[in-house]
């Protein structure tokens, strides 16, 4: 079966950092652009970063460009997401998910969502 499934949460303070894992499995990695949602209390769900295989581009929100930095490892089918200098804003629980990916867009492309984890930032 298809499965993504997302660790590396935690709580940390302003200013810190964090990396968060998206492992993909039954599925082969390169045939696909992966992507990072995120949905703050009392906030809807949004779109973070991805990046586009077939363009080769990585996209970035406007509120986290500069600060994140996604990557990924095909050999362990593995996409990362980079977190520095962490806001209390950016609090929330991540998603991953396959996407449609562009230099300016990012929209999932099953609107499958599996559980996420938690980034908890406070001092």
């Known amino acids: 079966q298809q499965r993504l499934v997302e660790s590396g949460g935690g709580l940390v303070q302003p200013g810190g950092s964090l990396r968060l894992s998206c492992a993909a499995s039954?599925?082969?990695?390169?045939?696909?652009?992966i992507g990072w949602f995120r949905q703050a209390p009392e906030k809807g769900r949004e779109g973070v970063s991805c990046f586009s295989p077939a363009q080769n581009v990585t996209y970035y929100s406007d509120s986290v460009r500069g600060r994140f930095i996604y990557s990924r490892d095909d050999a362990k089918n593995t996409v990362y997401l980079q977190m520095n200098n962490l806001k209390p804003e950016d609090a929330g629980i991540y998603y991953c998910?396959?996407?449609?990916?562009?230099?300016?867009?990012?929209?999932?492309?099953?609107?499958?969502w599996g559980q996420g984890t938690e980034v908890t930032v406070s001092s």
């Open positions: 039954g599925f082969t990695f390169g045939f696909y652009a």
């Open positions: 998910a396959i996407v449609y990916c562009t230099i300016s867009t990012i929209t999932n492309r099953f609107d499958t």
